[in-house]
């Protein structure tokens, strides 16, 4: 008799659950039709999705966004034109940018191209790639110029910045990671190497970063060089008199996918610290770690949700239990989240700092994590 209530209480438990993924499917799907109803209202005559002003990484987000679902065919004619204008980017080096920002626009464009799984596509693919690592800071990485060559023990070493100028962050060297990743580039690859030892010079882990400003709470800060102001989560005096630098969400969360990416799994040390941070700083509400920045706990809200979801996927454990030792299915917690926040016409709107106050970017962002969570709950349905 025992034995069979116990058996009857999993199955409830196994029915229950398997609800509730299918209840969290609807609503990611329903959310997501309503933002690519919006965004296909957002096309240009030009058929990118760009304003004058921004970048062509948007109309790449765009098309990203919706080739990802399953449900749409790049071939359809209004992507198909879309893919043209994002194309008519490409420079002669193999770039795919218009002036700034050359890594950004490059490593989405890739993405957007690599995801569409269209054979027409791919000498785009393999020129921008060769663009792509000339663009990473490493010694003996082919292709990359003599301005971006320095020394394994060089804090720059491995990293990707916004061009060719500059020093490299972890935002940039995730977006590259996530393009060579989704082009399909192997985790032996000379470039997920050299970025793994970038990454790891941008984690609060003073076990495996060599870095002295490293601490030790497991999360991750956006540039590796310690530098003052560098981090916009801000510095803090630790104990000992060093000067601190606050790990946050985004970063948390980028620097975890760029791992996965190279290959490291759950029982490394590096990635068990950062789920341990991210299992004490779990929230969809902020963007845990900058409240006391001035970007302010909703800052990059969005680039924070889609990290997130894409982190979580490759990491493929959807139930996250918190600092009070409540259990979260993130699936469940960011379609809800995101369904709460979604305007009625379909878009989302984030706040001015990084390009959030754009709609059509921070619809791609939406759009590319409810994804993710469908993505998730395929893979994992009964969790």
Request: aromatic share 10%.
């Amino acid at each position: 008799m025992r034995q069979s209530l116990l058996i009857a209480a999993i199955l409830a438990l196994f029915v229950a659950s398997t609800v509730r993924a299918e209840d969290t499917m609807s609503l990611a799907t329903a959310t997501a039709d309503k933002g690519f109803a919006y965004l296909k209202t957002q096309q240009q005559p030009d058929h990118g999705w760009q304003s004058e002003i921004d970048p062509p990484g948007v109309t790449a987000l765009v098309l990203k966004s919706y080739v990802e679902d399953e449900r749409y065919d790049a071939d359809m004619p209004f992507l198909d034109k879309g893919y043209d204008k994002l194309l008519g980017y490409q420079l002669a080096n193999g770039g795919i940018y218009q002036d700034l920002l050359a890594n950004y626009n490059t490593a989405i464009a890739i993405s957007a191209l690599a995801v569409s799984r269209e054979p027409e596509y791919k000498p785009a693919i393999v020129k921008a790639l060769a663009y792509l690592r000339s663009l990473q800071w490493s010694d003996k990485i082919e292709g990359v110029p003599d301005q971006l060559r320095v020394s394994a023990d060089d804090p720059k070493y491995g990293g990707f910045g916004y061009g060719k100028r500059g020093r490299p962050d972890l935002s940039n060297t995730q977006w590259a990671l996530e393009a060579l990743h989704e082009a399909g580039v192997k985790p032996d690859d000379p470039a997920f190497k050299a970025a793994l030892k970038f990454a790891t010079r941008c984690q609060n882990l003073s076990e495996t970063n060599d870095q002295k400003w490293a601490g030790d709470d497991g999360g991750f800060v956006y540039l590796d060089t310690g530098q003052e102001g560098s981090d916009p989560a801000g510095e803090y005096t630790g104990p000992d008199g060093r000067t601190m630098f606050r790990s946050y969400g985004s970063m948390t969360y980028a620097g975890l996918k760029s791992m996965i990416y190279a290959g490291l799994g759950h029982d490394d040390p590096r990635v068990k610290a950062a789920w341990g941070w991210i299992e004490r700083n779990y929230t969809v509400d902020e963007n845990p770690g900058l409240a006391q920045s001035p970007a302010g706990a909703k800052g990059g809200l969005f680039y924070y949700y889609y990290t997130m979801a894409k982190a979580l996927s490759a990491y493929g454990e959807p139930i996250i239990v918190d600092a009070n030792g409540h259990s979260h299915d993130w699936r469940a917690d960011l379609a809800a989240k995101l369904a709460s926040i979604q305007h009625p016409d379909g878009s989302f709107l984030g706040e001015r700092k990084w390009m959030e106050d754009n709609p059509v970017l921070v619809t791609s962002f939406a759009t590319l994590a409810l994804e993710e969570i469908r993505k998730d709950l395929r893979a994992h349905p009964a969790k």
